[in-house]
């Protein structure tokens, strides 16, 4: 997984693993450190986020139907 200091090679959403703050990194860009913890060596998940998106309509959708 891409640590602090690294160069992006893949858009997308990151989040990191101390904190869970979610970022958007563009290609290219380079992985920040984590603005609560700069003396951590700072590791960012890619999240993917169309199953995210998915996981919330699936939500919303049970949601609106009657409770059995
Ligand atoms: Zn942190």
Redesign the pocket.
Known sequence: MPQAGQVNTQFGVYK?L??G?EIVITKGAIFPD?P??LQ?T?IWKPVDFEMTLTKKVIQKKEESEPAA
């Open positions: 990191n101390c904190c703050a984590c609560n913890h951590l700072t």
